[in-house]
């Protein structure tokens, strides 16, 4: 199973102010993936991390908002911009290896937005 | 990706087994039924997945109908770590990358 490191864990931020998560698995996976989970609901995918190419986003998702960088083959980050409460909820990330068509999670970033 | 269908809520004894449901009416051909689970305050984890045999690994098996409409996730013997929400996801195995679309799933609720 693939370990995956997400950080921070936790955070309380700001209305209007940032806030970046990274992503760090243990080896190369060929697809990264981040989803939003608000309070009392399921997962929803925000948008796919490409390496070395601009991210695509779900319909509802834009860039501006959340600003995705995949440098390499391991390591990605998510920027919750310009922050409200509404943003509040928790942002995991997932990762598919090329030759194993399983999901595996990080266990996520639990954002609190005052 | 097929859409599907699962009770919001069910209750296990613990020691027994749970039979979790999944409508998936409209599934095509090309798509694989996918089950995942998530314990409170983790990410999800990965179960079991299938396309037309049933399926059986250390965690569960997978009774997938003969018209391929439905399927059932099954907990041979529930235990107080299987409460989780258990989610039901229908797609075509190459799509897009991988991804999952996730439905409001399952809750259960193992008691002793």
């Known amino acids: 199973s693939a370990v995956i490191s997400q950080k921070p864990s936790r955070d309380i931020c700001q209305r209007g102010t940032s806030l970046t998560i990274q992503c760090q698995v243990d080896s190369q996976v060929t697809m990264m993936f981040w989803y939003r989970q608000q309070p009392g609901q399921s997962l929803t995918l925000i948008a796919t991390a490409n390496q070395g190419s601009e991210a695509t986003y779900e319909s509802g998702f834009v860039i501006d908002k959340f600003p995705i960088s995949r440098p390499n083959l391991t390591f990605s980050t998510l920027t919750v911009s310009n922050m409200s409460p509404e943003d509040s909820s928790i942002y995991l990330c997932s990762v598919r290896y090329s030759t194993n068509e399983k999901l595996f999670f990080g266990s996520g970033t639990q954002l609190s937005v005052l | ?112």
């Open chain 2, 1 to 112: 990706d097929a859409k599907t269908t699962q009770p919001p809520s069910m209750d296990c004894a613990e020691g027994r087994a749970a039979n979790l449901p999944c409508n998936h009416s409209t599934i095509s051909g090309n798509e694989y039924v996918y089950w995942y689970r998530q314990i409170h305050s983790q990410g999800p984890q990965y179960i079991i997945h299938g396309l037309k045999n049933n399926e059986t690994n250390e965690m569960a098996s997978l009774i997938i109908t003969e018209d391929r409409k439905s399927s059932t996730l099954i907990l041979p013997h529930a235990t107080l770590r299987d409460t989780a929400v258990y989610y039901c996801i229908v797609r075509f195995f190459y799509n897009q990358g991988g991804k999952l679309i996730f439905g409001q799933g399952t809750e259960l609720s193992v008691k002793p």
